[in-house]
Each structure stands twice: as C-alpha cells, then as structure tokens.
Nanobody
Framework: VQLQASGGGLVQAGGSLRLSCAASGKIFSVKVRGWHRQAPGKQRELVATITRDGNTVYADSVKGRFTISSDNAKNTVYLQMNSLKSEDTGVYYC?????????????WGQGTQVTVSS
C-alpha cells in the first residue's frame, strides 16, 4: 500500500489549505484513515482520524478549524485546514489502517510540509 500526500505549502496566518492523500495498492478493508503532524523538535501528534463509517476524532488544538473527510471510492482522505495558526506549522503525514484475515496493518505517507507565517 502506498500513500501519496499533497497540498502542503506556505500560507499566512488565518489562511486555509487543503491536504489530500491518495492510497493505492492492495487495499482490502480500511478501518481508519488519519492525519498526523510533526513540528520541528517535537514528537509526531495526531491531528484527526476518520473511520470507514465516517466517525471522526480531532485533536483539541484543531477542533472547529480542521475538517477531515474521505472518499472511499477514490481511496483518498482530505484535511481542510482553516484559520491556520503559526503553531500548525509542521510536516503532515497521512495514515491508513486496514485489517485483512485477522491481521491489522498500518501505512504512512511521505509527509507534506505546511508552513504558516505570522
């Protein structure tokens, strides 16, 4: 399974960006898709997840500003980021977890840089 993230870039504080992550390969039964981020000098943290049934979870720091969505037919997950702040700067990674024949596997994309200037 390969994940290709795109949509990062440089934006001013208060602006918006939309990240996309397309999955390809042997995808059988996706349980959850997600976005994580890693700021310089910090650990990777969860941003948002969405299950196959559409249930979402958000980090407190992005609630009300970010929206995760997915198109299961296209095997793509999106992250709409509004009202961006400088502290949202980091490398954003998409993830996918699937289960098949009793085995759960996790996959990660290569990351896309988001830089918010104040």
């Amino acid at each position: 399974v390969q994940l290709q993230a795109s949509g990062g870039g440089l934006v001013q504080a208060g602006g918006s960006l939309r990240l996309s992550c397309a999955a390809s390969g042997k995808i059988f039964s996706v349980k959850v898709r997600g976005w994580h981020r890693q700021a310089p000098g910090k650990q990777r943290e969860l941003v948002a997840t969405i299950t196959r049934d559409g249930n979402t979870v958000y980090a407190d720091s992005v609630k009300g500003r970010f929206t995760i969505s997915s198109d299961n037919a296209k095997n793509t997950v999106y992250l709409q980021m509004n009202s961006l702040k400088s502290e949202d700067t980091g490398v954003y990674y998409c993830s996918l977890q699937q289960s098949w024949l009793g085995r759960t596997s996790d996959y990660w994309g290569q990351g896309t840089q988001v830089t918010v200037s104040s």
